[in-house]
């Protein structure tokens, strides 16, 4: 798997980076599309939700950064697997 963060998160909060660091723990921690979609789903990540919003596709993985409670429009994170 490869994650790559293409653009800048907006700094507006301590715990916002801290959320970033637990997400890129948390995808570093796979090793195979199972594990990240599992890393990703229930309760446990429920507080991602704040700041981030994530989702899937056939080969990858996407994370937005949520702005004033709206979506950017940039990715922040890709991960291909």
């Known amino acids: 798997?490869?994650?790559q963060v293409e653009s800048r998160i907006s700094y507006t909060e301590l715990e916002k980076l801290?959320?970033?660091i637990s997400i890129l723990n948390r995808i570093?921690?796979?090793e195979n599309e199972s594990e990240?979609?599992?890393a990703f789903s229930g309760k446990k990540?429920?507080?991602y939700k704040t700041y981030f919003k994530w989702g899937f596709g056939a080969h990858h993985m996407?994370?937005?950064e949520k702005i004033d409670g709206k979506?950017?429009?940039k990715r922040l994170i890709l991960?291909?697997?």
């Open 28 to 30: 570093n921690a796979c």
């Open 79 to 81: 991960v291909e697997f």
């Open 62 to 64: 996407w994370v937005h």
């Open 71 to 73: 979506i950017s429009e």
């Open 18 to 20: 801290e959320v970033l």
């Open 45 to 47: 990540v429920d507080w």
């Open 36 to 38: 990240l979609r599992d």
């Open 1 to 3: 798997m490869k994650a």
